[in-house]
């Protein structure tokens, strides 16, 4: 193989390396691929509740300008895709990470489900 060949040959395989790394994801967190957030903590939820979502939902999640939370069932899924896709006045992604896992725990309490 001429020499010239060499170089460019060792570039493709450093990128198809790159690329197949970043696609089996083995730096993202785990918290961000796929499933609902779970294993949060209800009271670093109920802050994070406080801060994030509170000003819509109530503090206790009796609804305002946002629906009632308390008492509604809703489970892991629908709370955790609500805050990944967000609807209507709800900006999608409010909260991720420890965070989402965090207010997950804490709205599916107060759901009661
Ligand atoms: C800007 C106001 C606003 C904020 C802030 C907000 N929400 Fe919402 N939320 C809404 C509205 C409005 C809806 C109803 C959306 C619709 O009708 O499509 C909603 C819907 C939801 C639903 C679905 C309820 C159901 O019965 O299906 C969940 C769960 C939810 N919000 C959780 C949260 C959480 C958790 C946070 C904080 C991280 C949050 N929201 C922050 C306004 C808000």
Redesign the pocket.
């Known amino acids: 193989m001429p020499r010239i060949w060499r170089p460019l040959l060792v570039g493709a395989v450093i990128v198809l390396a790159v690329f197949l790394l970043a696609q089996a994801q083995v730096f993202e967190p785990s918290a961000s691929t796929g499933g609902p957030a779970t294993g949060g903590d209800f009271y670093a939820g109920q802050l994070?509740?406080e801060r994030?979502?509170a000003?819509?939902?109530g503090l206790q999640g009796e609804g305002g300008?946002?629906?009632r939370?308390e008492g509604?069932g809703?489970g892991a899924e629908?709370?955790s895709s609500?805050?990944r896709q967000g609807?209507?006045?709800?900006?999608a992604g409010?909260?991720s990470g420890q965070d989402e896992a965090d207010?997950v725990a804490y709205?599916v309490s107060i759901a009661g489900s």
């Open positions: 994070v509740f994030e979502c000003a819509c939902h300008s946002g629906p939370l509604t809703l629908v709370v609500q805050i609807s209507g006045v709800m900006p409010l909260v207010v709205v």
